[in-house]
């Protein structure tokens, strides 16, 4: 974006009054973006051959009438002009931005849901999900789903598919099914908030192993079983959060087998699973009779339908039935038939499609932005990238100056210390409401990099 340097007369009433017209002028008619940085005081002296007063006072004037605002250590920057609709709001550098949420973009998701309750409730079908319902899901919903399992490669039968409030209460589920509170349980190092939450709230001790770009590594994995005695290994293998890194076939069979040869069981968390293409056979499918599969349809759709699916092993299906039970009866059967009905009739697979092509174009953003500095991803992108700090910065400055500036990161936890790949963060790219606003925010976090000083300051 081309810096802005204001044309006024040559003659006219006071040169500061005369910058501060041009600005308002030059707002109204979108010469100038809301969001866009105006240069220093004293770099816009020298290019237009004034005094640094001049422009400290056309500065003071125009925040006076609420056309720019001054962050210290940021710089100034053009508000929404006067009269502007809300949604300019969204490409305003003024309006937080927040890359510590992953939320899935908008991609149509919400005509293709409206359709399908539409079709609802037209119909009779409506009164048969308002009663109580099998706690494990209808039949009919739960043979869709392990049909769209086993077609992405996980082979699952109606009997061991339960239908859940969403991924994180499938996960708990399982967790409780095999652990009790002090017990240890194996997770990345750098592992899903709601894991955290989990442990927290039940008392699990989160025991973490170490990781490189292809997740997690099966050798500390091994370290870990053999020390803790854990019996639970909770993972993410595609596009695991917060670092997305995607673990390889070959590492996937090294993994199944040390589950299996310490008798434990994997809790698979695949979220993510659906941005790749093709999709990437899951741990569980080498391990079934060890494995909780865990999917949601809350990324590939939208979060607020709270609607995941859990495959669990025949042997715990009883323990599972009560557990669904004790937890909240049954999932939102209503919801569950809007899920099902997507799938049949195709609209789930475009939003699908859509979705990876949203999370591509954000990915090259982040890459045409921020270079190398973000890692790279084998394969199709999510709507997260990990950002690596730089030698001698820190994820508590990057974090401290980009609340300054409006922009929401969230720092990572480390279960264990001392891990190379911990001084980092997580980059949200699906939570902004448009490409302008990320990149804005993109932006802001190269900014904040290519300043040391700024970075120091925390």
Not at 346 to 353: C, D, F, M, P, S
Request: net charge neutral; hydrophobic share 45%.
């Amino acid at each position: 974006m081309a810096d802005w340097i204001p044309k006024i007369a040559a003659e006219g009433g006071p040169r500061y009054l005369e910058i501060v017209r041009a600005l308002e002028s030059d707002i109204e008619t979108g010469a100038i973006l809301p969001g866009q940085r105006l240069l220093p005081h004293r770099e816009m002296a020298e290019r237009m051959g004034i005094s640094v007063g001049t422009i400290s006072r056309a500065y003071a004037e125009a925040q006076k009438r609420g056309l720019i605002s001054g962050e210290v250590g940021r710089g100034t920057f053009v508000l929404r002009r006067r009269g502007q609709q809300a949604e300019t709001e969204e490409t305003s550098g003024f309006r937080r931005i927040n890359l510590a949420l992953n939320a899935p973009p908008a991609t149509g998701e919400e005509d293709a849901i409206g359709g399908v309750l539409s079709d609802i409730l037209a119909s009779d079908r409506l009164g048969a999900f308002l009663g109580y319902l099998p706690h494990q899901g209808c039949a009919e919903h739960r043979a869709i789903m392990a049909d769209r399992l086993t077609r992405q490669g996980m082979p699952t039968t109606p009997d061991c598919l339960f239908i859940t409030h969403g991924a994180q209460h499938a996960i708990s589920i399982a967790t409780s099914l095999l652990a009790r509170s002090g017990d240890p349980v194996l997770a990345e190092n750098l592992t899903y908030s709601g894991m955290l939450a989990l442990a927290t709230q039940a008392g699990y001790e989160l025991r973490g192993v170490l990781m490189d770009g292809g997740g997690l590594v099966p050798e500390d994995l091994e370290r870990a079983f053999r020390q803790t005695g854990a019996r639970v290994l909770y993972a993410m293998p595609t596009l695991q959060t917060p670092t997305s890194a995607v673990m390889p076939a070959e590492r996937r069979d090294a993994i199944a087998e040390i589950i299996a040869r310490h008798d434990a069981y994997l809790i698979e968390d695949d979220a993510y699973g659906f941005l790749a293409d093709p999709p990437l056979a899951p741990i569980s499918a080498r391990i079934p009779e060890r494995s909780f599969y865990v999917v949601s349809f809350a990324k590939c759709l939208a979060p607020g339908l709270r609607i995941g699916a859990m495959y669990a092993p025949s042997p715990f299906r009883d323990r599972a039935i009560n557990a669904v039970r004790a937890t909240g009866w049954s999932a939102n059967a209503l919801m569950a038939e809007v899920v099902a009905r997507l799938v049949t009739n195709g609209q789930l697979e475009e939003q699908v499609a859509r979705k990876r092509k949203i999370a591509a174009q954000r990915y090259a953003a982040a890459r045409r932005i921020l270079g190398d500095r973000i890692a790279p991803v084998a394969g199709d992108p999510a709507f997260h990238v990990w950002l690596p700090m730089p030698a001698g910065r820190t994820t508590t400055s990057l974090v401290a100056q980009a609340a300054m500036a409006n922009v929401t990161i969230a720092p990572p936890v480390a279960l264990r210390s001392f891990d190379p790949l911990s001084n980092g963060v997580r980059l949200c790219l699906g939570s902004p409401k448009n490409q302008s606003e990320l990149e804005y925010a993109l932006r802001t976090v190269s900014d904040i990099l290519n300043d040391a000083e700024a970075m120091s300051l925390v």
